[in-house]
């Protein structure tokens, strides 16, 4: 019995000619809102995940905030952390805040005091870098078109009692210039040769021990507090705590938008399933009388209906993956050339994977539920019969 009644359920949906087309609707309606909840979120989370790498690869994973040490006490400390982290690039360094003169031009900066014959930055790793280094816009502000062109740096911390307290300053040639495509570090991030700042504060000091790579934050404190070292643990996320909570945020009204939508789908698949159960209504009456339970109908209905639902959101999601795939090995750019990252990536986790199945599904299930449960409060199967044989 339950064989035939699938077996009639399905011949009725797709092959009688009076078939309810709305349904054929609704369904192309999930297919379309997996395929685009996962083409989505894997758009979204690949400019994401790239926009903090840029980020990640010019200011580090994490910074050791330290009070003013000297350089031998920080080498020490530096030795036994690339012992604990040696998948890291841990680099010192002593930051300080800066005015930039060029002219009768002046610009603040935040200068990076580093070794430029020891390990750099990421974004340095393939530039020329003798004394000092530029972002491009800092260059584009201040009209530097060319390096080995002379700049100051200005410390109005640090000042000599020569004539009054004068601040002080020092000369350098400018070697190269960098580009993160990172707003907040190219407007005013600057590298300078380490022995240059120390002899602008005439200390040869670090305040900082910078982290490269993917990092754990307990790890690190719990390194620190075994070492013994006297800082401060800032992970990147700290800093930047508007721009994660800015791309969050997106992430989620992207896809409240999309479930909205989902949601409209839903409405259809609850039209078509009144006017489906309208038109075989005669036939579900002749099930009831041959024996079959009118809860068994609603259950075995449910079901098929929550198969249907499935097929589509499972086709829609390998449907966004191939899509997905065929951009990245491809390789081709779908955004305007104004854009850093032109092309969309695949980027997927379990959590994207989950939501674009699951929103679906969930939703459609509960329409049909809602359906299937008004269709037997009004139904009375024997009334039907009484009034057929009227």
């Not at 951009?327 to 989950?354: C, Q």
Request: hydrophobic content about 50%; overall charge positive; glycine content about 6%.
């Amino acid at each position: 019995m339950n064989t035939s009644f699938f077996r009639y359920l399905v011949q009725f949906i797709f092959k009688a000619g009076s078939r309810q087309r709305l349904l054929f609707l609704a369904l192309a309606g999930l297919f379309l809102s997996s395929m685009a909840l996962i083409v989505l979120q894997s758009a979204m989370g690949g400019l994401q995940t790239k926009v903090i790498g840029r980020s990640k690869t010019a200011m580090g994973s994490g910074t050791i905030l330290l009070e003013s040490m000297e350089e031998t006490q920080v080498l020490k400390i530096l030795k036994a952390l690339r012992h604990k982290f040696p998948d890291n690039i841990i680099l010192p360094e002593y930051e300080i805040e800066l005015l930039l003169g060029k002219g009768k031009f002046l610009t603040p900066v935040v200068a990076h005091g580093i070794d430029p014959k020891g390990i750099r930055p990421p974004l340095l790793k393939d530039l020329q870098f003798n004394e000092v280094v530029l972002t491009r816009t800092i260059r584009e502000n201040l009209s530097l078109w060319q390096d080995q062109i002379p700049i100051r740096l200005i410390s109005p911390g640090h000042v000599d009692s020569l004539f009054e307290d004068i601040p002080r300053v020092i000369g350098l040639k400018v070697d190269d210039f960098a580009l993160s495509h990172v707003k907040e570090v190219d407007q005013f991030h600057i590298w300078v040769a380490l022995t240059k700042i120390q002899n602008l504060i005439r200390k040869r000091d670090l305040n900082r021990i910078r982290f490269f790579g993917d990092l754990d934050r307990d790890e690190v404190l719990v390194s620190m507090k075994e070492l013994n070292i006297p800082g401060e643990l800032v992970m990147w996320e700290d800093i930047n705590q508007s721009l994660v909570w800015a791309l969050g945020l997106e992430s989620h009204v992207m896809i409240f938008l999309f479930t909205a939508m989902t949601c409209l789908v839903s409405l259809c698949i609850t039209s078509g399933l009144f006017i489906f159960f309208s038109k075989i209504k005669k036939d579900l009456t002749s099930f009831w009388i041959l024996g079959m339970g009118k809860e068994e109908i609603g259950r075995h209905t449910s079901r098929l209906v929550l198969l249907l639902s499935f097929a589509a959101i499972v086709l829609g999601l390998f449907s966004g993956i191939g899509l997905l795939a065929f951009l990245e090995l491809t390789g081709i750019n779908i955004m305007s050339s104004r854009f850093v990252d032109r092309n969309v990536g695949l980027h997927l986790t379990a959590s994207n994977l989950a939501i674009s199945f699951f929103v679906p599904l969930a939703i459609s299930w509960i329409f049909s539920a809602l359906s299937l449960k008004i269709f037997k409060k009004e139904t009375n199967y024997l009334d039907y019969v009484r009034s057929v044989g009227q």
